[in-house]
């Protein structure tokens, strides 16, 4: 316990470094450049519900199906997935480096100046660019990440998809599917999903965090 405690220690103050160093360039929205509806196709099939701790590498394996086009087995994933704590919770970086050994392009945009609208705006501006989102918020008193996969701004709805939804009773180790026809297994509307993703973050670090996904 007590080297895990050291190993935290030392993995926090690494993170504080790398933070302070995070691009604040500001973050440009074009409203011109936002549709009314953006679907990236993520069909039900592929809802696998992870394993304990392991919602980083099951949201990388999702864009990495998602946009390579390819079937990947998430846990394969979660036991190659670098940079994580003892308990299994892993760190931004770790999404990050995988995505990028994968061929996948990220972005991380600095988005705590924006305002929620501004936030949501920049979501949808992604989006509808063909561009997959994981971000980080906090679901039960845990850390969690979620990936969207799509919008509807007439409904005000968002597409997610959530790596520890509600177990599917009829399929082992996949998730129920709320949003049926749509990508991912959730929907959430503007607000809901801002109150999940403004308390994100690991020790007063990565708040509104965001991993922008887009093929290379």
């Given at each position: 316990?007590?080297?895990?405690?050291?190993?935290?220690?030392?993995?926090?103050?690494?993170?504080?470094?790398?933070?302070?160093?995070?691009?604040?360039?500001?973050?440009?929205?074009?409203?011109?450049?936002?549709?009314?509806?953006?679907?990236?196709?993520?069909?039900?099939?592929?809802?696998?519900?992870?394993?304990?701790?392991?919602?980083?590498?099951?949201?990388?394996?999702?864009?990495?199906?998602?946009?390579?086009?390819?079937?990947?087995?998430?846990?394969?994933?979660?036991?190659?997935?670098?940079?994580?704590?003892?308990?299994?919770?892993?760190?931004?970086?770790?999404?990050?480096?995988?995505?990028?050994?994968?061929?996948?392009?990220?972005?991380?945009?600095?988005?705590?100046?924006?305002?929620?609208?501004?936030?949501?705006?920049?979501?949808?501006?992604?989006?509808?660019?063909?561009?997959?989102?994981?971000?980080?918020?906090?679901?039960?008193?845990?850390?969690?990440?979620?990936?969207?996969?799509?919008?509807?701004s007439s409904k005000d709805e968002f597409y997610v998809y959530d790596s520890s939804h509600?177990?599917?009773?009829?399929?082992?180790?996949?998730?129920?599917?709320?949003?049926?026809?749509?990508?991912?297994?959730?929907?959430?509307?503007?607000?809901?999903?801002?109150?999940?993703?403004?308390?994100?973050?690991?020790?007063?670090?990565?708040?509104?965090?965001?991993?922008?996904?887009?093929?290379?």
């Amino acid at each position: 316990m007590e080297k895990n405690i050291i190993i935290l220690v030392i993995i926090t103050i690494t993170v504080a470094t790398i933070a302070s160093a995070w691009d604040a360039s500001p973050v440009v929205i074009d409203k011109s450049q936002i549709k009314t509806v953006s679907l990236i196709d993520y069909p039900s099939k592929f809802n696998y519900r992870q394993t304990i701790n392991d919602c980083g590498p099951f949201n990388v394996a999702a864009v990495v199906r998602a946009l390579g086009k390819k079937e990947i087995n998430p846990q394969q994933f979660a036991e190659k997935t670098e940079w994580r704590l003892p308990n299994k919770y892993t760190l931004p970086w770790g999404l990050e480096k995988q995505l990028k050994e994968n061929d996948i392009g990220v972005e991380n945009p600095n988005l705590k100046s924006l305002s929620d609208k501004e936030k949501i705006f920049f979501l949808q501006q992604r989006l509808s660019q063909g561009k997959p989102i994981i971000i980080l918020g906090e679901k039960n008193n845990f850390e969690h990440y979620l990936t969207i996969f799509g919008f509807d701004s007439s409904k005000d709805e968002f597409y997610v998809y959530d790596s520890s939804h509600d177990k599917n009773p009829g399929l082992d180790g996949m998730t129920k599917d709320d949003s049926v026809d749509l990508p991912g297994n959730r929907i959430f509307d503007s607000e809901g999903l801002l109150s999940f993703w403004r308390n994100g973050g690991i020790y007063g670090i990565y708040e509104w965090y965001a991993v922008v996904a887009g093929k290379l």
